[in-house]
């Protein structure tokens, strides 16, 4: 039977100079080479380069910087050691406050061209530390055998492979410095090669690991977790199955990871396994914006929708008159209802829907709110929108992790439902990354 793979093309391996024109959405550099685009790692805009190409495809290629040839005036040199292998970082190689300066503009470009709108004032963007913020991560296992080493980390940048790296300085210090201790002992375990990710959910306080493991360990692997995890004061579980199969070693006390919103008086429980912000400082600061955006009272009813364990419902409740907050996630919502009652919070209301269905049907849907709240995923809020007719919507405050969705969605919120769009801005949650997190205010 003959082979009907397709051979991989073979690319060109002589370095090719170009001037790079602008950045991409992911923050590669864009150039064009016979007509066409390249998107290439590590180039920023008016440097000339000499690259090799890594991918062809027929309508775009992609490649690596060989040669900087000339240096953009917002380049710096990167701080850590596995940059430009390790696929966890993309913007090491800009400068701190032209990373958001560059990403305020791709926000600017995707309303523009996407969303169809011009925003008339931008906010002032909120920025907070630039290493070792990173509090939730779900970090790649591998024993490799021709090496004899256990690799801890993340996937090498466009290849499925973990790199291997020695510590993450984007990491919360707690676990960044030390993934080769981490190494060293899941090297000494029976299940070595049968712990395929680590995940790691760091609290004010605490920190928790959650290996997954395809087979149990021995009595002698849990004792060597054991020792591990009181040595470097952390909290060590093991996960069978799905999330809800995370549990402590056997005779460890359950830990349960908090962070606090100090400014509202408020704690936060939340199990390993569950959505949290990463960056706890532009956490704070996303909050006390919202807060003072929407100016909240007594007479206010708030819609948060995607509230995941009521990161934004709870703030809001201490002000508003009562406010209810839907989410896709039952244990999401189930933990949402117990941190209600942590905080000692009765005018608040939980519910579980899938918002991208039809909720007509719903009880809660039927109801007025005068400001709504929207924290959606990737994927947007477009399924959503059309019951805004219904609810008519004084205020809408749109928190979002993907520019392209935001603009699209602002175009159905101010082109259809007749809102206008009276400020954006950005906000730094992923430095030394490509990822954009913003926010947006509509009024009717």
């Known amino acids: 039977m003959a082979n009907r793979r397709r051979a991989r093309k073979q690319l060109p391996e002589t370095p090719v100079k170009v001037t790079i024109e602008s950045l991409a959405h992911d923050g590669r550099g864009v150039a064009h080479v016979d007509g066409k685009v390249i998107f290439i790692d590590e180039a920023l805009p008016g440097e000339e380069v000499e690259f090799i190409y890594t991918e062809s495809r027929k309508d775009y290629a992609e490649g690596k910087v060989v040669t900087l040839l000339s240096r953009a005036a917002d380049r710096v040199d990167a701080l850590c050691a596995h940059y430009g292998v390790c696929g966890g970082c993309s913007f090491q190689h800009v400068e701190a406050s032209a990373q958001i300066r560059i990403k305020q503009d791709l926000l600017v470009d995707q309303f523009k061209r996407i969303g169809k709108t011009e925003i008339p004032e931008l906010w002032q963007p909120l920025v907070g530390p630039h290493w070792g913020y990173r509090s939730k991560a779900r970090m790649g296992v591998k024993y490799v055998e021709k090496k004899n080493r256990v690799l801890v980390g993340f996937r090498e940048r466009r290849h499925p492979y973990l790199a291997e790296i020695e510590s993450c300085i984007v990491m919360h210090p707690v676990v960044g410095t030390k993934l080769m201790a981490l190494s060293e002992m899941i090297g000494g375990l029976t299940i070595k090669d049968k712990i395929p990710q680590i995940e790691v959910a760091i609290g004010d306080q605490q920190c928790v690991l959650s290996f997954r493991v395809l087979e149990p360990p021995t009595d002698a692997d849990k004792e060597r977790m054991r020792e591990f995890a009181h040595e470097h004061d952390i909290s060590l579980c093991l996960q069978s199955k799905g999330p809800d199969t995370i549990v402590p070693l056997d005779g ?58 009521g990161n934004f419902t709870l703030p809001m409740a201490k002000f508003a008159g009562h406010v209810v907050g839907v989410e896709g996630d039952q244990p999401l919502v189930n933990h949402a209802k117990e941190n209600a009652r942590h ?8 519910y579980a829907a899938d918002l991208s ?13 005068n400001k709504i709240m929207l924290d959606p995923s990737r994927a947007g809020a477009s399924d959503v929108l059309h019951h805004f007719k219904k609810w008519q919507p004084e205020q809408i405050v749109y928190v979002s992790c993907n520019p392209s969705t935001l603009a699209r969605d602002a175009g159905i919120l101010v082109n259809e439902l007749g809102y206008k769009l009276v400020k954006a801005g950005v906000m730094d949650m992923f430095p030394q990354t490509g990822h954009v997190e913003s926010m947006a205010l509509f009024e009717k």
Request: a negative charge; charged letters at 25%.
């Open 252 to 309: 460890e006390p359950e830990l349960i990871p908090t962070y606090a919103l100090p400014d509202q008086g408020l704690e936060f429980k939340f199990k390993p396994a569950m959505f949290t912000q990463v960056n706890y400082e532009i956490n704070k600061q996303m909050i006390n914006r919202v807060l003072e955006t929407l100016a909240l009272n007594e007479n206010d009813s708030v819609l948060d929708l995607f509230c995941g364990l």
């Open 343 to 350: 905080n000692g919070i009765e005018n608040v209301e939980f």
């Open 357 to 369: 269905k039809d909720i007509s049907d719903q009880p809660w849907a039927n109801r007025k709110y």
